[in-house]
């Protein structure tokens, strides 16, 4: 059943006509205390939450015991009301250092999904484990795996999730909740796996959490699950599985009415469409999330504000990349999330190389300090291309190597690629920087991340002894677009470059619109505004080693759209 049918199947025991909202006008409190009694939790799980909500404001005061409460708490935590719904948890859980694990597990969870983990381990360690068999027991220790998880401690998580496993598998199999807390015990042990660099646990896990998660009513709870897949997609390179995974658990959160996981899948889906290189979609999908975060305060728009500095980065503005970093520095430091923060000084790393490269180290070291798992990969790339930038490329050649062998047991082939790229610039051999670029560059290619590749392929072109022929078979599959866009830039150049003179540049994108460019908006139908768009303004990047002016990249266009012409021309191979 959907969640819709769900939801009028559960009302229709309460009404054969009137709806859950309607229920204020039928006086009949202690009917309706009984129904939410025997339904409540099913009917919030589902997407419900309104309805449960105004019916619960239709009761009399009176009539509300404690788990009435308890169930207008969880269906504001799931609406997204967090403030309403932790006075009513704090109200329950007294002044005492005790709670029952039924409330600790909903009141931290509140905590953990607005990007609180320290909070929410503060609550969750108050809740009373008895025998731990129980699936409230079991729930707790999960949801404390996963905050663990979050704030990097590796041991703590797999232990929470090892013995939330055990308390789930314990509770009888027709026990109410039971597949959640297997559901989220399997997320926890999958995320200890992940940062132990285990992949296949990992996977195993996050498939056991799948299977689980079909057999709970919980619609928020799976696309938390389906946002758990997506990132293990994006580190694979995987952005096709990635966005439909995104995909999913975007539209689950909304038919859930959930906004704390809307969040995080709208963030999923926004780094799967920068893979694809539809920057434009993938800011609007970041600025939706940061709205929903922003609208209830909640500080887990710190790991949203990191993408969104990514993607002022990859434009070159700097100075609201900084921003976007510094606000995420700020929020992660102060709730204790260490995955956004050492993501966020890679951030700050990155920007401080253009102008300052000692701070730049100072941060990218920070970065690599408090990174954990996959996370120290890209630290030590930005502490690398920092050493770089201050003069120490030798420095920068261990620490591409180092990434290169974190990447290795992550499976992280975005990683593997980032740090290829770095040992590029750092090899002493053209040769050597070349086999390191192509094999980037066919990671890229393979993940359908046209951007990334073409810029690399521009990359080789700097090379000493390089000609076009390896550009080109770096991009081969999107050449006869490519050509398209090389004649048509050729054509406008001398009016467009003319008017506005020489600008130093560093990188350029001219490669880098798909088949499908057409499609994605004005500035992608129009060569034209896209070789302003991207080729014209200083397009900064610490990869980068030497300047070239329009004329230069000019002059590199039009050879290569000879040999487009030419690799066009041949029959298409299976692999392009």
């Given at each position: 059943?959907?969640?819709?049918?769900?939801?009028?199947?559960?009302?229709?025991?309460?009404?054969?006509?009137?709806?859950?909202?309607?229920?204020?006008?039928?006086?009949?409190?202690?009917?309706?205390?009984?129904?939410?009694?025997?339904?409540?939790?099913?009917?919030?799980?589902?997407?419900?939450?309104?309805?449960?909500?105004?019916?619960?404001?239709?009761?009399?005061?009176?009539?509300?015991?404690?788990?009435?409460?308890?169930?207008?708490?969880?269906?504001?935590?799931?609406?997204?009301?967090?403030?309403?719904?932790?006075?009513?948890?704090?109200?329950?859980?007294?002044?005492?250092?005790?709670?029952?694990?039924?409330?600790?597990?909903?009141?931290?969870?509140?905590?953990?999904?607005?990007?609180?983990?320290?909070?929410?381990?503060?609550?969750?360690?108050?809740?009373?484990?008895?025998?731990?068999?129980?699936?409230?027991?079991?729930?707790?220790?999960?949801?404390?795996?996963?905050?663990?998880?979050?704030?990097?401690?590796?041991?703590?998580?797999?232990?929470?999730?090892?013995?939330?496993?055990a308390a789930a598998g314990a509770a009888a199999a027709t026990t109410p909740g039971r597949a959640?807390?297997?559901?989220?015990?399997?997320?926890?042990?999958?995320?200890?796996?992940?940062?132990?660099?285990?992949?296949?646990?990992?996977?195993?896990?996050?498939?056991?959490?799948?299977?689980?998660?079909?057999?709970?009513?919980?619609?928020?709870?799976?696309?938390?699950?389906?946002?758990?897949?997506?990132?293990?997609?994006?580190?694979?390179?995987?952005?096709?599985?990635?966005?439909?995974?995104?995909?999913?658990?975007?539209?689950?959160?909304?038919?859930?009415?959930?906004?704390?996981?809307?969040?995080?899948?709208?963030?999923?889906?926004?780094?799967?469409?920068?893979?694809?290189?539809?920057?434009?979609?993938?800011?609007?999908?970041?600025?939706?999330?940061?709205?929903?975060?922003?609208?209830?305060?909640?500080?887990?728009?710190?790991?949203?504000?990191?993408?969104?500095?990514?993607?002022?980065?990859?434009?070159?503005?700097?100075?609201?990349?900084?921003?976007?970093?510094?606000?995420?520095?700020?929020?992660?430091?102060?709730?204790?999330?260490?995955?956004?923060?050492?993501?966020?000084?890679?951030?700050?790393?990155?920007?401080?190389?253009?102008?300052?490269?000692?701070?730049?180290?100072?941060?990218?070291?920070?970065?690599?300090?408090?990174?954990?798992?996959?996370?120290?990969?890209?630290?030590?790339?930005?502490?690398?291309?920092?050493?770089?930038?201050?003069?120490?490329?030798?420095?920068?050649?261990?620490?591409?190597?180092?990434?290169?062998?974190?990447?290795?047991?992550?499976h992280d082939r975005v990683g593997l690629a980032a740090a290829l790229e770095l040992r590029a610039?750092?090899?002493?051999?053209?040769?050597?920087?070349?086999?390191?670029?192509?094999?980037?560059?066919?990671?890229?290619?393979?993940?359908?991340?046209?951007?990334?590749?073409?810029?690399?392929?521009?990359?080789?072109?700097?090379?000493?002894?390089?000609?076009?022929?390896?550009?080109?078979?770096?991009?081969?599959?999107?050449?006869?677009?490519?050509?398209?866009?090389?004649?048509?830039?050729?054509?406008?150049?001398?009016?467009?470059?003319?008017?506005?003179?020489?600008?130093?540049?560093?990188?350029?994108?001219?490669?880098?619109?798909?088949?499908?460019?057409?499609?994605?908006?004005?500035?992608?139908?129009?060569?034209?505004?896209?070789?302003?768009?991207?080729?014209?303004?200083?397009?900064?990047?610490?990869?980068?080693?030497?300047?070239?002016?329009?004329?230069?990249?000019?002059?590199?266009?039009?050879?290569?759209?000879?040999?487009?012409?030419?690799?066009?021309?041949?029959?298409?191979?299976?692999?392009?």
């Amino acid at each position: 059943f959907s969640s819709r049918r769900r939801h009028t199947r559960l009302v229709s025991d309460w009404s054969s006509d009137v709806c859950s909202s309607d229920l204020r006008l039928t006086g009949a409190g202690a009917e309706v205390t009984r129904l939410l009694r025997r339904d409540g939790e099913r009917l919030v799980a589902a997407g419900s939450a309104p309805a449960v909500i105004a019916a619960i404001q239709a009761l009399p005061g009176a009539a509300r015991p404690a788990w009435l409460h308890r169930l207008q708490a969880d269906a504001l935590r799931v609406r997204g009301e967090t403030e309403a719904a932790a006075v009513i948890y704090r109200r329950l859980a007294g002044r005492g250092t005790a709670m029952s694990a039924a409330l600790a597990w909903r009141y931290g969870l509140l905590h953990y999904l607005r990007g609180e983990p320290r909070a929410a381990l503060t609550i969750l360690a108050q809740g009373r484990l008895r025998d731990e068999r129980s699936v409230d027991e079991a729930l707790s220790l999960a949801w404390a795996g996963c905050a663990y998880a979050t704030v990097g401690d590796a041991r703590a998580c797999a232990d929470r999730a090892r013995r939330a496993l055990a308390a789930a598998g314990a509770a009888a199999a027709t026990t109410p909740g039971r597949a959640e807390a297997l559901t989220v015990g399997h997320v926890a042990a999958s995320l200890a796996a992940a940062l132990a660099g285990q992949l296949s646990a990992a996977l195993a896990h996050l498939a056991e959490a799948d299977r689980s998660v079909r057999a709970a009513c919980d619609v928020a709870l799976r696309a938390w699950v389906r946002v758990h897949l997506a990132h293990v997609r994006l580190a694979e390179a995987r952005y096709a599985a990635a966005l439909t995974e995104a995909d999913d658990a975007v539209e689950q959160a909304e038919a859930a009415g959930c906004p704390a996981v809307l969040v995080l899948a709208l963030a999923a889906r926004a780094g799967a469409l920068v893979g694809h290189g539809r920057l434009d979609e993938a800011m609007a999908s970041y600025q939706r999330a940061a709205a929903l975060a922003q609208r209830t305060g909640a500080p887990q728009v710190a790991q949203v504000l990191v993408g969104i500095g990514d993607l002022h980065l990859r434009h070159g503005r700097d100075a609201l990349a900084q921003a976007a970093y510094e606000e995420a520095v700020r929020l992660s430091e102060a709730t204790g999330d260490r995955r956004v923060l050492a993501r966020a000084l890679t951030g700050c790393a990155r920007v401080a190389a253009r102008d300052d490269p000692p701070h730049a180290v100072t941060l990218a070291a920070r970065a690599v300090e408090v990174a954990c798992g996959a996370d120290g990969i890209l630290a030590r790339c930005a502490l690398g291309w920092a050493a770089m930038a201050d003069g120490d490329p030798a420095r920068a050649d261990r620490l591409a190597a180092e990434a290169a062998a974190l990447a290795r047991p992550h499976h992280d082939r975005v990683g593997l690629a980032a740090a290829l790229e770095l040992r590029a610039a750092t090899a002493d051999e053209p040769a050597a920087a070349q086999d390191a670029l192509i094999e980037a560059a066919t990671i890229f290619r393979e993940a359908g991340a046209r951007t990334d590749a073409d810029r690399l392929a521009v990359m080789l072109g700097r090379l000493p002894g390089v000609g076009v022929a390896a550009q080109i078979e770096v991009a081969a599959p999107y050449k006869p677009h490519s050509l398209w866009m090389f004649e048509r830039v050729d054509e406008c150049v001398n009016r467009r470059v003319g008017d506005r003179g020489l600008q130093p540049i560093q990188q350029h994108a001219a490669l880098a619109y798909p088949p499908d460019a057409l499609q994605l908006g004005d500035k992608a139908g129009d060569p034209v505004g896209m070789f302003e768009h991207e080729v014209l303004p200083p397009f900064r990047d610490p990869s980068a080693t030497r300047a070239a002016d329009s004329r230069q990249v000019l002059s590199r266009l039009r050879p290569a759209a000879a040999a487009s012409r030419a690799l066009s021309a041949r029959p298409r191979t299976p692999s392009a």
